[in-house]
């Protein structure tokens, strides 16, 4: 069985979760307006629609603020999250059918 930090490290994400977090702190050390739009957007886990409009509205609002920090570099660091995430599955489902990379297939 594969344990779910044993996953989060084939999948990459504690090193592009990291590496987030120290952008944020280079980049938002001035840009102190940034880290008070993150903290008052309404969460959007919910099933109540007017949190949700509440959550869009605000968005919106702030959207070139937002694309400015999560632009390009941070679409190409959520696509290489997909991809060590389909490439974490993968290995998972190896370690389940076969038993893992270094265990020969028939024994």
């Known amino acids: 069985m594969i ?6 490290a084939l999948s990459g994400a504690t090193g592009r979760r990291l590496a987030l977090e120290k952008r944020k702190e280079e ?3 001035d840009n102190w307006i940034m880290l008070a ?4 957007t309404p969460s959007a ?8 409009q509440t959550h869009a509205r605000h968005k919106f609002q702030f959207e070139a603020t937002f694309n400015e920090f999560y632009g390009i570099p941070a679409s190409r ?4 999250a997909i991809c060590g995430r389909q490439r974490a599955e993968a290995r998972t489902a ?3 059918m076969n038993g893992g990379a270094n265990t020969p297939r028939f024994k």
């Open 45 to 52: 886990t919910t099933a109540d629609v007017d949190v949700l």
């Open 3 to 8: 344990q779910a930090t044993q996953f989060m």
């Open 77 to 80: 660091a959520r696509q290489r």
């Open 37 to 40: 739009i993150e903290a008052s």
């Open 94 to 96: 190896n370690v389940l």
């Open 27 to 29: 980049l938002l050390d």
